[in-house]
């Protein structure tokens, strides 16, 4: 037992490469999945072949240009007391199509400078490699992770990156919230590293888990490669968690909710035990899905799990189990309900900071792994106010009672966490809608949906509200 947060707790904020770097095509960077994406919806994404690529406005090409404003930004993070700053490295700096033999030395050299800078600060960079960012060549060449060969494009991509900067991070992650592609619903498979368009009347389900194996593979290998190369590194995984809870004790409803929590974190299985867990092979059986999977595969499973479990944590759901229903034919758009215990955000995420140390709780029961809270925030519309001040008094709410949360399965619940970054530490693009005014930064940035603003940086009251959290380690609140 403990009464506080460890000293050497990594407090921080967490953004994605494409959500705000922009400088989509400068220095050598090649088009990445990203780069596709309209503002509007998550079923944006539009094909360069459809032609669209100049006539529509892209978010991203620009986003806030922390490209060319990185030290600025890491300076206000800085202020705030940051220990660590979360960002993942664009795979298109690196290799601009994915498929190239020497990596692009101007991309290199980029995040060179940026984790200088953070170090100067005494700011430890934590590393995603995979951030929804795959080269759109990858996709049109090679159908994204249908296709086996993608295994050695992004190894060759990880290796790339543990070499070069092996004395600079220590923490890294290799695919952000793998397992969101398990909601196949939309035809650019979104939110997912995977790359895949789906096209009409085939088998989706089969080839989302064909694909998830072949990046639960690539990572294996990229754990095992980097492990080599610096055994100081800590490797994770990282998932979106959000638990899904029964509606009421009827025990269909309990049973629901346990099969769809399967279906969700059995990634988490895969990379921390190194095989696949009973339920998903029972699942393949029963719906005739045949994968490829060799025995060398498998093999590269058991040799390169994870050091600790990366989680972003936004909300949580519930279910009912339909009574037309057998428990295998979960379908996202029809079992998840309302929750009527809890409030919602204005994007209707439901707002529950006690299922944060739910979860945390959980994946420790489960996993035995310490864990890294590498997301969580509030998306919310800000207003600047005349004198340029921004009251995000809700922003703080949230997130204060998330960090009570946090707080209480450390120091009550003995749960072994490494960090919190907290998501979109400056304003930044969504990735679920493409649009600048769903914000979640302490630091306002001038930029609307239209593309159209200054791109001044200023502090909300969030901002200083987090200082003196960090100041206190988590004690003022
Ligand atoms: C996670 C992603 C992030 C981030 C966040 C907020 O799913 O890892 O990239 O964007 O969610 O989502 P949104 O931007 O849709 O509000």
């Known amino acids: 037992m403990t009464d506080k947060l460890p000293n050497n707790f990594l407090w921080g904020g967490a953004v994605a490469a494409h959500q705000l770097e922009g400088a989509w095509n400068v220095d050598g960077k090649g088009l990445s999945v990203a780069d596709v994406m309209t503002v509007g919806?998550?079923?944006?994404?539009?094909?360069?072949?459809?032609?669209?690529?100049?006539?529509?406005?892209?978010?991203?090409?620009?986003?806030?240009?922390?490209y060319h404003h990185y030290k600025e930004d890491i300076k206000l993070f800085a202020e705030m007391g940051f220990k660590c700053f979360r960002t993942s490295i664009a795979w298109t700096r690196i290799f601009p199509k994915g498929d190239e033999q020497k990596p692009n030395e101007a991309g290199l050299q980029f995040y060179d400078d940026l984790f200088d800078e953070c170090l100067k600060h005494n700011i430890e960079p934590?590393?995603?490699?995979?951030?929804?960012?795959?080269?759109?060549?990858?996709?049109?060449?090679?159908?994204?992770?249908?296709?086996?060969?993608?295994?050695?494009?992004?190894?060759?991509?990880?290796?790339?990156?543990?070499?070069?900067?092996?004395?600079?991070?220590?923490?890294?992650?290799?695919?952000?919230?793998?397992?969101?592609?398990?909601?196949?619903?939309?035809?650019?498979?979104?939110?997912?590293?995977?790359?895949?368009?789906?096209?009409?009347?085939?088998?989706?389900?089969?080839?989302?888990?064909?694909?998830?194996?072949?990046?639960?593979?690539?990572?294996?290998?990229?754990v095992q490669i980097g492990k080599a190369i610096n055994p100081d590194f800590e490797i994770g995984?990282?998932?979106?968690?959000?638990?899904?809870?029964?509606?009421?004790?009827?025990?269909?409803?309990?049973?629901?909710?346990?099969?769809?929590?399967?279906?969700?974190?059995?990634?988490a299985d895969v990379h921390c035990f190194g095989s696949y867990p009973n339920h998903i092979l029972n699942y393949w059986k029963r719906n005739k899905i045949a994968?490829?999977?060799?025995?060398?595969?498998?093999?590269?499973?058991?040799?390169?799990?994870?050091?600790?479990?990366?989680?972003?944590?936004?909300?949580?759901?519930?279910?009912?189990?339909?009574?037309e229903n057998s428990f295998y034919d979960y379908d996202e758009t029809k079992d998840l309900i309302k929750n009527e215990f809890v409030e919602r955000s204005d994007w209707g995420w439901q707002i529950d900071p006690v299922g944060l140390r739910y979860i945390l709780?959980?994946?420790?029961?489960?996993?035995?792994?310490?864990?890294?809270?590498?997301?969580?925030g509030f998306g919310a519309y800000d207003k600047m106010e005349a004198d340029g001040t921004v009251h995000d008094t809700y922003r703080i709410n949230y997130l204060?009672?998330?960090?009570?949360?946090?707080r209480l399965a450390v120091i009550e619940?003995?749960?072994?966490?490494?960090?919190?970054?907290?998501?979109g530490c400056i304003d930044l693009v969504s990735a679920g809608t493409g649009e600048m005014e769903k914000r979640y930064g302490f630091i306002f940035?001038?930029?609307?949906?239209?593309?159209?603003?200054?791109?001044?940086?200023?502090?909300?009251?969030s901002f200083y509200w987090y200082q003196q959290v960090i100041q206190s380690n988590g004690e003022q609140l």
Not at 400 to 406: C, N, R, T
Request: one cysteine or more.
């Open 237 to 267: 995984c990282m998932m979106a968690m959000s638990p899904v809870y029964p509606e009421s004790c009827q025990p269909e409803n309990n049973l629901m909710a346990l099969k769809i929590m399967e279906k969700r974190y059995y990634f």
């Open 126 to 222: 934590i590393v995603t490699l995979s951030h929804f960012e795959m080269p759109y060549h990858l996709v049109t060449e090679y159908g994204g992770f249908r296709n086996r060969k993608l295994i050695d494009f992004f190894v060759k991509f990880a290796e790339t990156c543990f070499t070069r900067y092996q004395s600079k991070v220590k923490y890294w992650m290799t695919f952000n919230e793998i397992n969101n592609q398990a909601n196949f619903n939309e035809d650019f498979a979104p939110f997912t590293n995977s790359g895949i368009f789906y096209q009409s009347g085939e088998n989706r389900e089969a080839i989302m888990y064909q694909a998830a194996h072949y990046e639960l593979v690539a990572s294996a290998k990229a």
């Open 413 to 423: 619940d003995g749960v072994d966490l490494i960090g919190y970054t907290p998501w």
């Open 361 to 376: 709780n959980w994946l420790t029961d489960v996993y035995r792994l310490p864990l890294f809270i590498v997301e969580n």
């Open 41 to 66: 919806s998550t079923t944006s994404y539009r094909s360069i072949t459809e032609g669209v690529l100049d006539s529509e406005y892209y978010p991203n090409h620009e986003a806030i240009d922390f």
């Open 291 to 323: 994968l490829d999977i060799t025995d060398e595969d498998l093999a590269d499973l058991k040799k390169g799990t994870v050091d600790y479990i990366g989680l972003s944590y936004y909300m949580s759901h519930a279910t009912k189990h339909r009574s």
């Open 445 to 461: 940035v001038d930029k609307d949906n239209q593309g159209q603003g200054t791109l001044e940086r200023s502090r909300k009251d």
């Open 400 to 406: 204060k009672a998330h960090i009570e949360q946090m």
